[in-house]
């Protein structure tokens, strides 16, 4: 595609609820990032994907938190459980390979938990 | 691990104004710079980036100075207009590593006609 695409733009769910968040990549990028940002904050890495090589969860905060991708395109962002501190703008980038390291990001998902 | 500061957090400037938005890091390791721009409602969009080899580097209004000794950068925007009005975030990462990126926490720039 044209760019990174994220959807949905925006999501209100109660506290307790799962939310799903799909990101996808341009096309050809093997690199996928998701970034968690809070209002009037800076970008918070919550995990990174890099072709078949086990991704780098190491930004999680939790276990409520987990991403899948498929091969090289798609990505999905699980919150389970979600509490209110899990609003959020969650942005997802990807990057042409590992070592190129122009991020391309997402317009995020604008994710209000109630 | 990396610390990334930047300051101011938010700027206000006369339109035709120079704008200067500057970072530390903690990591002598970093190698690579970049700076985003983010627009209202959007994600964040790499205006420029400099790396450790090269002290500065120009774009048209917009150059980017590294001091690799003292740990700090710098964005610097001339001849300002309304429309650079939005929120940079700089970051540092060690180039080939192909994970982190370490931010700064942003400075939310308004330009004032």
């Known amino acids: 595609g044209a760019g990174v695409s994220q959807s949905p733009s925006n999501k209100v769910t109660e506290k307790g609820k799962d939310v799903e968040l799909r990101c996808d990549p341009i096309?050809?990028?093997?690199?996928l990032y998701w970034y968690r940002q809070r209002l009037g904050q800076g970008l918070e890495f919550l995990i990174y994907?890099?072709?078949?090589?086990?991704?780098?969860k190491s930004g999680l905060p939790s276990d409520r938190f987990s991403a899948e991708r498929t091969g090289e395109s798609v990505s999905t962002l699980t919150i389970q459980r979600t509490q209110q501190e899990d609003s959020a703008v969650y942005l997802c980038?990807?990057?042409?390979?590992?070592?190129?390291?122009?991020?391309?990001f997402g317009s995020g998902t604008q994710l209000s938990v109630l | 691990g990396e610390n990334v500061e930047q300051h101011p957090s938010t700027l206000s400037v006369q339109e035709g104004d120079s704008a200067v938005i500057k970072c530390t890091y903690s990591?002598?390791?970093?190698?690579?710079f970049p700076w985003y721009k983010q627009e209202l409602g959007k994600g964040p969009q790499l205006i420029i980036d400099?790396?450790?080899?090269?002290g500065e580097k120009k774009d048209q209004r917009i150059a980017v100075t590294l001091n690799k000794t003292a740990k700090h950068f710098s964005l610097h925007i001339t001849e300002t207009q309304p429309e650079d009005s939005a929120v940079y975030f700089c970051?540092?990462?060690?180039?080939?590593?192909?994970?982190?990126?370490?931010f700064g926490t942003g400075t939310s720039l308004t330009v004032i006609p």
């Open positions: 980038a990807s990057s042409f390979q590992r070592g190129d390291e122009k991020l391309f």
């Open positions: 096309s050809g990028h093997t690199a």
């Open positions: 994907f890099q072709g078949n090589s086990a991704p780098d």
């Open positions: 990591d002598s390791a970093s190698n690579y």
């Open positions: 400099i790396r450790s080899n090269v």
């Open positions: 970051a540092a990462s060690l180039s080939n590593t192909g994970n982190q990126f370490y």
